[in-house]
């Protein structure tokens, strides 16, 4: 299988294109032999992983070039780059909707090595393989990968953990810094650490100063929560994977956010519709901001076009409101007038006879407008007291909802 152009240079290994005879083609990482122990260690820790988030491995080989032999390992071939040549090719730093995705298919990837007892090492942009298209991100390199449980120290100091540079431990917190890490790059398109050039310096300070790196002032504030939770100096207290995985920063775009207008509204058919009044079930001591809670959001009767709303108000077999349209004209008779003491009302039986019942009338015309004056100027001095709004809310908890009203109070 003859190789391609080189596309990639490490200290040890390089990386090339390979096109099989299918037309596949492949990503070919290699190295002379005698200089192979980190590109079989990587190849060792690639054959067990199977995660759509790590650059998957396909095979490995020796091939015989310059009178030597070289190791390979065929693997993937990621079109888009490295994360690290998207940002630079975005103008140095990424928006906030691509910085949670990278982010979160990082921990993914990251979870996938975990789950089977390996630390990265060496988590940073340069390490993450995009897709042309942009969407898919991939970890990939594995040479400085080991098992938690195995001693040793590698990587980049930039991206090291305080815990690293002091020599003290490499383990899974050392992964979740290191993202933190990645997740500034992203957002400022430099280095965590800018100002230090010099290797001894930077471990100097990024192990026992008690610093840690600058988080963006401009940066939303579940973003800013994510990067603490990153970045605590102490291991113990670094979030997990599977707890960044929760994180509100990256689930912010997967919820439903509410609608400024409901796309459906109704109105309620009868003051007796009682799915309306439950819509209104709420404490008298609970404060309701209309500016967040819609009182009507439980309460829908959709199938209902105004014409048939407006039927039901008129009454039908559902309500006790009679339905005037079925009352003949004959059936009714005046039952007051301004010179009567006494109204009468008769209501055929339907056989034809009428019973009469007396009604005896409370005043004549004269007195009930007394009366009625009377009355308003008793409610007058008595709303007084009261502002509108008190007598207003007083009637709604305690009429409305709390449902004591009666039907002969209207």
């Not at 691509?98 to 298919?105: D, E, H, V």
Request: charged share 25%.
């Amino acid at each position: 299988m003859p190789k391609g152009p080189i596309i990639g240079r490490g200290s040890t290994a390089t990386v090339s294109i390979a096109i099989l005879n299918s037309g596949e083609i492949l990503a070919v990482k290699s190295a002379d032999l005698s200089s192979s122990t980190f590109l079989q260690k990587e190849q060792s820790i690639l054959s067990t992983l199977s995660s759509p988030h790590i650059v998957k491995y396909i095979g490995s080989g020796l091939t015989r070039e310059n009178g030597g032999l070289v190791y390979n390992i065929l693997m993937e071939y990621v079109s888009g780059g490295s994360l690290h040549d998207l940002i630079k090719n975005s103008g140095g730093k990424l928006p906030e909707p691509a910085i949670r995705s990278y982010t979160r298919q990082i921990l993914k990837g990251l979870m996938c090595l975990h789950e089977r007892g390996i630390v990265h090492c060496d988590l940073k942009s340069r390490n993450v393989l995009v897709e042309e298209n942009g969407v898919l991100s991939k970890i990939a390199d594995m040479g400085c990968a080991k098992p938690v449980d195995k001693s040793g120290f590698s990587g980049t100091p930039a991206f090291m953990a305080p815990e690293v540079a002091r020599g003290e431990e490499q383990r899974f917190p050392a992964d979740v810094w290191a993202l933190g890490c990645t997740v500034i790059e992203m957002m400022t398109g430099s280095s965590t650490w800018p100002d230090l050039n010099d290797v001894l310096a930077a471990m100097y300070k990024i192990g026992f100063s008690g610093e840690s790196p600058e988080i963006p002032g401009w940066i939303s504030e579940k973003a800013d929560d994510f990067l603490k939770k990153c970045l605590r100096r102490d291991p113990k207290q670094r979030w997990t994977v599977e707890e960044l995985l929760k994180h509100p920063f990256l689930n912010h775009d997967e919820e439903s956010q509410p609608s400024d207008c409901p796309n459906k509204t109704s109105s309620p058919s009868t003051v007796l519709d009682q799915r309306f009044w439950d819509s209104c079930e709420a404490s008298k001591s609970q404060s309701i901001s209309m500016d967040h809670v819609d009182p009507f959001a439980d309460y829908s009767d959709c199938g209902d076009s105004p014409a048939v709303r407006i039927e039901k108000l008129a009454g039908n077999e559902y309500s006790s409101v009679p339905d005037w349209d079925m009352v003949d004209d004959d059936e009714w008779i005046q039952v007051r007038d301004d010179d009567t003491e006494e109204t009468e009302k008769r209501v055929g039986d339907g056989d034809g006879d009428e019973d009469a019942t007396r009604v005896e009338a409370t005043s004549s015309s004269s007195q009930a407008i007394e009366e009625v004056e009377d009355w308003i100027s008793d409610q007058d001095s008595l709303f007084s007291e009261y502002s509108a709004d008190d007598i207003i809310n007083d009637y709604f908890y305690a009429n409305i909802c709390g449902r004591n009203v009666l039907l002969n109070d209207f």
